[in-house]
């Protein structure tokens, strides 16, 4: 299943930069379609399309300086200062300050963050925290630290759909958001004039719209990959860039790290990759994917139902509550877990994520952003509560990290999943950021006036 | 007679001696490629291998242990057994046999890799007891190269930068580079190229998402740099010293000299749009005809004497002007966006290298020639471990550059010259 990982990963990293090259056209609207809310976070289409953070990952997830230029720390990482960049505008026209910066980021970050406090000093922006933050300036990429102007030069509230991305947006109604190309972009206006995002669309639906060309970049969720290959669509797909996972609550009956060991020995990941996700996933035990550590095979994959059993040592435990993020075939992961805990004794029970705002199981998706395997470690941990931050930046200190946040069985790694998106014959030059998500900002379309 | 004969002998057993010779320099030659070719062999894995052992036996003290190595790295199986045999190697000489059978100790090593680097795992067993111990490996750069037949192009490599390179000027003993919002100066010293000084251009306008650049040696040791709305003068000296480079730059609409190896009578300047990534069409002086924007244009000897604009618009097409008359010209399909005219002395003398259009699977380089208004290819594609992103002229024009930029992003500066059959 690696292996087949690594041809993706290869096939989508190798021949998108390295393909021939025709100088990109500028011009043209291009059409994307999507199943979700644009503006859902973490993956959103539309917010890196509106928004861009203090810092990037470049397709390689390596950091990149954006909205800031430059940022330098202390010797323990625990004060940074970001500087910004000149002359950068709001799509609104008002100027980026450290001070709007920190208020999307007060926003963007009410608790958990990886900072204790952040203010804006001049055109700097500090972070300060009393734990050691080696890994700022790459969680600054990631989707939830976007930045968007909340107060405008007038005093009012922003609508929060105002950044200083490469599109601004034109108008949203009837489920189409439209985007414009922003002319004084800092990065350079896009080659597309507009975007089109048609949002809430079955994935069925957007395939045909593909087929007809109504349609130029549509969704290609892993389960359907090989339906895809199989329709011959010119599909894009990503390493690992989603882990499901299984967040077990560490209150009640699961206090007990026995009881959570227990759950994580009695999932069946083999099936869930090779029957719900169509073997298009990798069945993990791991936090980060072996593409990023090279390591995730210390971390055994196999269910042990006897194993189950024993830690459980025949204790009685009330039902559990299990609760979803997200629908189809997450729903049908979900139900299999339930079955796979019910083999080893215990009792799950599907609630509503809205009527329950604390189950004791939760399924969710959680986004693999970026290429710095410690920075990684430390956005996914953090996401289930606990920031596992490695000692280190040597291999054996990140694995040491993981190994400790695992052994608490709190987040249950399950499969790792790419990202994939089928493109129309006039898109060119598409490729996919490290989280996954496509730059369209970056593509063209070939039949550009 | 005699003399013949005894003179026939002497050659004889002169050539016998000499034949001894050159075989026993054979031989002795074979021997000395085997043992260096061994010692290619093993070299790469020796470090790795002893940092391990020493961890291993860190972990399990003086002993006996069951060794296992599976691969899931792109190491070749070929080298395993040469890894596992150091690996036994160095065990033994920090007092960890290895033994032949099941021991109680066993040691699981794991030659892995990610997207970075190859790491070796070991996963060392003391009865229910896993300790591991890893030791990550430099990743390998493999050189891909391969040069066409029949007119044959071939590439080297003068310079590579993890900053994009828009252009680059070699002066006497050093680079000039051009980067988007930077002119660096380099020399090259034994160890390879030194940054000797960086000059910001001062752009004041957002950058093109496909910018684009030139430089130009204006004699002596003076250059010019065109950037979108900018342009830049500076001057190297052949002392590397750092205080000799200087540039200075200022906002600027002005046309961009063409770069293609001159042959019109009068220069001709091309205005350049700043807000996108091509020429507008617009020429100075006027050569008489409209002109569609373009993205690249060069001036191809023809030979009836003269020279005819070839110039590739837009649109995908590329036109010749000619006489105050544009016309189409047939089989550039495969061409991309950049190309240049070298005056190799090949062939008819003169010949066009195009860069891959995007329908190809990899970017290539390849020279045409245009007896009329088709072009006939004149050398296989040159594969190119990338993207070319820019393609120029050298002064001289004999030969041209090539901006490549790799999977990994990093850019790499080539010379591309013709080499007749």
Redesign the interface.
């Known amino acids: 299943m690696f292996r087949r990982f690594a041809i993706s990963f290869l096939i989508t990293m190798v021949t998108l930069p390295m393909a021939a090259r025709t100088r990109p056209h500028y011009g043209g609207t291009l059409h994307v379609e999507t199943e979700g809310d644009p503006w859902q976070r973490p993956d959103g289409i539309a917010r890196r399309l509106v928004f861009d953070g203090l810092t990037t990952l470049d397709s390689r997830g390596t950091v990149q300086s954006a909205l800031a230029t430059g940022w330098e720390t202390d010797s323990g990482d625990h004060r940074w200062q970001f500087r910004l960049r000149a002359a950068v505008h709001f799509h609104d026209g008002s100027p980026l300050t450290a001070t709007a910066v920190v208020q999307s980021l007060n926003l963007d970050c009410p608790a958990n963050c990886p900072w204790a406090t952040v203010r804006a000093v001049g055109s700097i922006v500090v972070f300060t925290s009393d734990a050691p933050m080696p890994n700022l300036p790459a969680l600054l990429a990631g989707d939830q630290f976007l930045i968007a102007l909340t107060v405008t030069e007038d005093g009012k509230a922003s609508n929060g759909n105002i950044g200083t991305g490469p599109f601004q947006v034109a108008s949203f109604s009837n489920e189409l958001l439209a985007l414009a190309a922003n002319e004084t972009c800092w990065q350079g206006r896009p080659f597309a004039d507009a975007i089109e995002i048609h949002a809430h669309r079955p994935v069925h639906d957007q395939w045909l719209d593909l087929s007809i060309g109504r349609a130029d970049v549509v969704e290609v969720p892993a389960e359907t990959l090989r339906q895809a290959q199989q329709q011959r669509l010119t599909v894009l797909v990503s390493p690992p860039a989603t882990l499901l996972g299984l967040e077990v609550a560490d209150t009640g009956t699961l206090s007990n790290p026995m009881m959570r060991a227990a759950i994580a020995a009695s999932i069946d990941r083999s099936a869930l990759s090779n029957v719900i996700f169509q073997k298009q996933g990798e069945a993990t035990a791991s936090l980060l994917p072996q593409s990023l550590t090279g390591f995730s095979f210390l971390f055994p994959v196999d269910r042990d139902l006897n194993k189950a059993h024993e830690l459980r040592g025949g204790l009685n435990t009330p039902t559990l509550t299990l609760s979803v993020q997200g629908d189809g075939t997450m729903k049908l992961a979900s139900q299999r877990i339930a079955l796979n805990l019910k083999e080893a004794g215990f009792n799950a029970q599907e609630v509503n994520p809205g009527g329950t705002p604390h189950a004791d199981l939760m399924l969710r998706m959680i986004p693999l952003e970026g290429g710095e395997p410690s920075a990684v470690l430390e956005s996914v941990s953090r996401s289930a509560g606990t920031a596992a931050i490695p000692a280190d930046a040597s291999s054996a200190s990140l694995y040491k990290a993981e190994r400790d946040f695992l052994e608490r069985h709190t987040l249950i790694p399950l499969v790792d999943l790419p990202k994939a998106y089928a493109t129309g014959a006039r898109v060119r030059d598409l490729a996919l950021h490290a989280d996954g998500m496509p730059d369209l900002a970056g593509a063209s379309l070939g039949d550009a006036p | 007679m005699r003399n013949d004969i005894i003179r026939a002998n002497e050659i004889r057993a002169e050539t016998m001696m000499a034949m001894k010779l050159i075989r026993w320099a054979v031989m002795g030659l074979s021997v000395l490629m085997a043992l260096r070719s061994s010692f290619a062999t093993t070299s790469p894995w020796e470090q790795p291998a002893r940092v391990l052992a020493e961890q291993i036996a860190v972990i399990l003290g003086p002993g006996q242990a069951h060794l296992t190595i599976r691969n ?1 790295s792109g190491i070749s199986n070929d080298s395993v057994p040469t890894i596992r045999k150091l690996l036994e190697q160095d065990l033994k000489a920090r007092g960890v046999g290895v033994a032949e059978d099941e021991s109680a100790n066993s040691v699981r090593v ?1 030659l ?8 070796w ?1 070991a ?1 060392v067993v003391e009865g229910n007891v896993t300790q ?3 030791v ?1 490996l430099s990743s390998d750069e493999e050189q891909h190269a391969k040069t066409a037949s029949g007119l044959n192009l071939r590439k080297e490599a003068l310079f590579r930068s993890n900053e994009p390179v828009l252009a680059a000027l070699e002066t006497a003993n050093g680079l000039v580079v051009l980067e988007p919002e930077q002119i660096v100066f380099e020399t090259q010293g034994p160890d390879g190229w030194h940054e000797q000084s960086r000059v910001s251009v001062g752009q ?1 306008r ?6 684009r650049g030139i430089l130009l040696p204006e004699g002596g040791a003076a250059f010019e740099a065109w950037l979108a709305g900018t342009q830049c003068t500076g001057s190297y000296e052949p002392s590397p010293a750092p205080g000799q480079w200087t540039a200075s730059c200022q906002p600027s609409d002005d046309p961009w000299p063409m770069t293609q190896f001159e042959q019109a009578a009068v220069p001709v300047k091309a205005f350049f749009n700043g ?4 020429f507008t069409g617009v020429l100075t002086p006027n050569i008489g005809v409209d002109t569609q924007p373009f ?1 690249s244009a060069a001036w191809f000897p023809r030979a009836a004497g003269g020279a005819a604009l070839v110039v590739g618009s ?1 649109d ?1 097409k590329v036109r010749m002007i000619e006489n105050g008359v544009s016309k189409q010209i047939a089989g550039t399909r495969d061409w ?3 190309f240049a005219v070298i005056h190799s002395g090949c062939g008819a003398g003169a010949q066009i290298v195009a ?10 380089l390849r020279a045409y020639e245009l007896p009329a208004l088709e072009v006939i290819a004149a050398s296989a594609p040159l594969d190119v ?5 820019t393609f120029w002229p050298a002064p001289d024009g004999k030969s041209a550059f090539a901006v490549v ?5 990093e850019y790499e500066v080539d010379r591309v010259s013709a080499l007749c059959n």
């Open positions: 899931l794991t892995s890799e990610n997207a970075r680097a190859r790491l795992v996963e591991v111990a890893m990550q004041r957002p950058l093109s998402r496909d910018p807000a996108r990534n091509y993205y837009i995908g991309g966006s950049d860069s891959g259009s995007g329908e190809a699977a990899g970017d290539s471990s990338g993207a070319v992103m930029r790799s999977a990994a992003n």
